[in-house]
C-alpha cells in the first residue's frame, strides 16, 4: 500500500498490536477505502498466523472523540449487572438524533475457568491433550455436505457450539464405546471476572462503566446534547434502584459557553471600536462605520452558513483577525472623505474620490494578508484540514465586505 507512512508494532504475552500510518496527504473521502483495502490483506495473511492465533482485527475508529461522557455506578451490584445495564443504555442512546457511536470503558470480562482434576484423568485414562483437542474444535463452523429438498439444496454448517457453561459442563470428554465421562467429571468449570482487567473505570472512588458518546460529523453539538440530556433523564427513571447516572463530560455545554462567551465578546468588541471612533472621529463617522461593521459581520455569517463553515476556535479567531483589517479599510475611507470635505467637495464627490484613490491599494493589501494563510488554508494534508478555516473565514469575511466598494 503506497499510502502508508510508518509501520510499528508492540508485542507481549498473548498481544499483538499493530500501529499503521498514512501520508499526511491522504484525504478524508479516501480513508474508507484505504482501511477496508489494510482489512482484506490482514484477512489474507490470517492463514500463515501460528496454530491457536485469534482472528486478527482492524481497528480504524480509535480516534473517535467522545463528546459526551456518563459514568453509571452502583455499589451493591456486581460488575455483570452494571455491565448488563450499560448495555441497555448504550443501544438506547444510540438511537439519539445525531450520535454517532456509543463506546464502554470499563467492563470487567468474564471468563470461564476449568480447572482439571490431573489425578482423576490418569484414573479414567484420559490424557490432557484430548481436552485441549475438544476445546479447539467447540463453536468451529464445519462443512458437512449438503441437504437437497424439492429441488433446493442446503448447506450444513454444524458449529458444535457451547451456548452456556451448562452445556461445557456436559461436554464429552471420554474416548470409544466405553463409560461417558462428561468434563463436569473431571474439571470444576467456573465463569467469573476476569483476574487482570484491562481497564478500571471510578467514579467518586466507587466502581463505574463509562459510556462514550460521538457525534455525528456536521451536527449541531448543542442540539444532539439537549436531546441526550433529555433522554438520560428518561432513562434515570428506568435505571435499578442503587445505580446512578453521572455526566462527567458535557462537550455541548462547553460549546455553548464558548459561543456565547465569543458573541458577547463580539458585541463588547464593535462597542469600543465605534466608541473609539466617535471620540476621535465625530459620532457621524463612528456610527456609520460601526453600521458597515454590524452589516459585515451579518454577511460574513450568513456566507459562513452557505459554505458550511462552523463556529470553532480556529473560525473565531480569523474573524477576530478579519475585523481589524476591516476596521483599519473604513478609517482609510471615512478620513479621506473628511479630507475632501474640509477642501469644499460635496459628500459625493469625496466618498467617489476616496474610493477610486484607495479602493485597488486597500484590496492589495487585503489579499496580501489573507494571501499569508493561504498556505495553511489551501494545504492538502492534516495541516489544513485542522486550520484550513482560518483562510476560509478570512477571506468570506472580506467577500462580505465587498471590497472595492
Request: with cysteine; hydrophobic share 45%; charged share 20%.
Amino acid at each position: 500500500m503506497s499510502s502508508i507512512k510508518r509501520i510499528s508494532s508492540v508485542s507481549s504475552d498473548g498481544l499483538s498490536q499493530i500501529t499503521v500510518e498514512l501520508e499526511s496527504t491522504v484525504q478524508n473521502e479516501e480513508l474508507e477505502q484505504l482501511w477496508d483495502s489494510l482489512r482484506r490483506k490482514v484477512q489474507d495473511a490470517q492463514a500463515a498466523l501460528p496454530p491457536g492465533a485469534s482472528q486478527s482485527r482492524v481497528n480504524d475508529d480509535f480516534g473517535d472523540v467522545f463528546g459526551f461522557m456518563v459514568n453509571l455506578t452502583g455499589e451493591s451490584y456486581r460488575m455483570p449487572d452494571l455491565a448488563d445495564h450499560a448495555d441497555f443504555l448504550k443501544r438506547e442512546l444510540t438511537l439519539v438524533e445525531g450520535v454517532e457511536k456509543v463506546s464502554l470503558g470499563g467492563e470487567h470480562e468474564e471468563r470461564i475457568y476449568i480447572e482439571v482434576d490431573r489425578e482423576r484423568l490418569r484414573a479414567l485414562n484420559i490424557p490432557l491433550t484430548r481436552l485441549q483437542q475438544l476445546f479447539d474444535t467447540q463453536n468451529a463452523v464445519a462443512n458437512s455436505g449438503h441437504l437437497k429438498q424439492d429441488g433446493r439444496r442446503f448447506r450444513i454448517t454444524p458449529t458444535g457450539s457451547a451456548a452456556n457453561i451448562e452445556d461445557l459442563r456436559a461436554l464429552i470428554v471420554s474416548e470409544g464405546d466405553g463409560e461417558l465421562v462428561r468434563l463436569s467429571d473431571v474439571a470444576d468449570v467456573s465463569r467469573e471476572l476476569a483476574e487482570q482487567p484491562q481497564q478500571l473505570y471510578r467514579d467518586m472512588g466507587r466502581p463505574a462503566i463509562s459510556l462514550g458518546i460521538s457525534f455525528k460529523s456536521g451536527v449541531n453539538v448543542v442540539e444532539v446534547g439537549e436531546r441526550l440530556q433529555q433522554r438520560i433523564a428518561e432513562l434515570e427513571s428506568r435505571t435499578p434502584l442503587g445505580m446512578e447516572l453521572n455526566v462527567v463530560y458535557d462537550q455541548p455545554q462547553v460549546v455553548d459557553e464558548a459561543v456565547s462567551g465569543f458573541l458577547m465578546s463580539l458585541i463588547q468588541a464593535v462597542a469600543i471600536v465605534i466608541v473609539v471612533l466617535m471620540l476621535f472621529m465625530g459620532w457621524r463617522s463612528g456610527l456609520l462605520m460601526g453600521f458597515i461593521l454590524l452589516i459585515t459581520i451579518i454577511g460574513t455569517f450568513m456566507l459562513m452558513r452557505f459554505h458550511g463553515l462552523q463556529l470553532e476556535k480556529i473560525s473565531l479567531g480569523a474573524l477576530i483577525i478579519a475585523l481589524g483589517m476591516l476596521v483599519d479599510n473604513a478609517i482609510v475611507v471615512t478620513e479621506g472623505m473628511l479630507v475632501g470635505l474640509k477642501r469644499g467637495h460635496s459628500i459625493r464627490d469625496s466618498a467617489h474620490q476616496v474610493v477610486r484613490q484607495n479602493a485597488w491599494p486597500l484590496l492589495a493589501a487585503t489579499l496580501i494578508a489573507i494571501a499569508a494563510f493561504a498556505p495553511i488554508g489551501l494545504s492538502p494534508d492534516t495541516t489544513g484540514e485542522f486550520i484550513g478555516s482560518l483562510f476560509s473565514c478570512c477571506f468570506t469575511r472580506c467577500c462580505s465586505a465587498g471590497l472595492p466598494r
